[in-house]
């Protein structure tokens, strides 16, 4: 923030203080890096789930999918260092979202005159009022994710150069919970995708009934293809289509 003194104010009498802020920490600002943030990492969604699928095309042809994830950028870039630049990306792109995301909703918090009397009126659809708590449950998602499938310690084979092994290992039938609990974080990731691209869509459409009902649907739409499309995967192994 930068406070600056109005020099074209009158000379007698108190100086007038104004506040202005940097482009990136205004509201317009902050909504701009959601929505840039929020790209990338559907854009990470999108391309995982793709990646995801090529378990249908077979062991040796998923295994090998995942080594190659390793060499994307060689010669030219040494052995994962693309990994460990996306790695980075997705890192800050996470931690932007959030931070612009906290700021934004203590704003609107100090802007509101009185508090709301009953919570329950709150205005909105269940994703809108779920966004927060729904972050942080696909957060501690992620982070139990990559101990599981990307390092193996949680993994029951962990195997890192048998990432098929370990996927069917991880969803096997009498680790249904496992399945469960992808489910329940791969639903919840579709709630808050759903919300987040309703907001984008609406923002970049039309501002009108009609285009409202586009962003709605176009929203839905996206968020129900990734459910599915990663939810196909663990109920593959489940019932022995994979194995
Ligand atoms: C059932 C659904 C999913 C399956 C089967 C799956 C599978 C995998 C596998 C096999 C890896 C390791 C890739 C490798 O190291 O070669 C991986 C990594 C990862 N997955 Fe998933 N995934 C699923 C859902 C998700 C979701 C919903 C998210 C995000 C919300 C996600 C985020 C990640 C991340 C961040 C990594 C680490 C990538 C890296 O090593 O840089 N995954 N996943």
């Given at each position: 923030?930068?406070?600056?003194?109005?020099?074209?104010?009158?000379?007698?009498?108190?100086?007038?203080?104004?506040?202005?802020?940097?482009?990136?920490?205004?509201?317009?600002?902050?909504?701009?890096?959601?929505?840039?943030?929020?790209?990338?990492?559907?854009?990470?969604?999108?391309?995982?789930?793709l990646g995801n699928l090529k378990i249908f095309t077979g062991e040796t042809s998923f295994d090998h999918y995942a080594h190659w994830l390793r060499d994307i950028g060689t010669?030219?870039?040494?052995?994962?260092?693309?990994?460990?630049?996306?790695?980075?990306?997705?890192?800050?792109?996470?931690?932007?979202?959030?931070?612009?995301?906290?700021?934004?909703?203590?704003?609107?918090?100090?802007?509101?005159?009185?508090?709301?009397?009953?919570?329950?009126?709150?205005?909105?659809?269940?994703?809108?009022?779920?966004?927060?708590?729904?972050?942080?449950?696909?957060?501690?998602?992620?982070?139990?994710?990559?101990?599981?499938?990307?390092?193996?310690?949680?993994?029951?084979?962990?195997?890192?150069?048998?990432?098929?092994?370990?996927?069917?290992?991880?969803?096997?039938?009498?680790?249904?919970?496992?399945?469960?609990?992808?489910?329940?974080?791969?639903?919840?990731?579709?709630?808050?995708?759903?919300?987040?691209?309703?907001?984008?869509?609406?923002?970049?459409?039309?501002?009108?009934?009609?285009?409202?009902?586009?962003?709605?649907?176009?929203?839905?739409?996206?968020?129900?293809?990734?459910?599915?499309?990663?939810?196909?995967?663990?109920?593959?192994?489940?019932?022995?289509?994979?194995?």
């Amino acid at each position: 923030m930068h406070w600056t003194t109005d020099r074209s104010a009158p000379s007698v009498g108190p100086v007038v203080i104004t506040k202005t802020r940097s482009p990136i920490r205004s509201n317009v600002g902050l909504k701009a890096v959601m929505a840039v943030t929020g790209i990338l990492l559907v854009l990470f969604l999108v391309v995982h789930m793709l990646g995801n699928l090529k378990i249908f095309t077979g062991e040796t042809s998923f295994d090998h999918y995942a080594h190659w994830l390793r060499d994307i950028g060689t010669p030219l870039l040494p052995h994962t260092w693309y990994l460990w630049i996306q790695r980075t990306v997705l890192t800050v792109a996470v931690v932007a979202h959030i931070v612009a995301a906290t700021v934004l909703a203590r704003r609107a918090r100090a802007a509101r005159p009185v508090k709301y009397a009953h919570r329950k009126k709150v205005n909105g659809s269940y994703a809108a009022r779920t966004m927060r708590w729904g972050g942080v449950i696909i957060l501690l998602f992620v982070i139990y994710h990559i101990l599981d499938l990307t390092t193996g310690h949680l993994n029951p084979q962990g195997d890192a150069s048998n990432p098929y092994g370990n996927v069917v290992a991880d969803f096997a039938p009498e680790r249904w919970y496992v399945t469960l609990f992808y489910t329940l974080a791969i639903v919840t990731v579709g709630f808050h995708l759903r919300h987040g691209a309703y907001s984008a869509f609406r923002s970049l459409g039309q501002q009108t009934p009609r285009g409202e009902r586009r962003a709605r649907a176009g929203a839905l739409v996206l968020a129900v293809a990734l459910c599915a499309g990663y939810l196909v995967v663990p109920f593959a192994v489940l019932t022995g289509l994979v194995s």
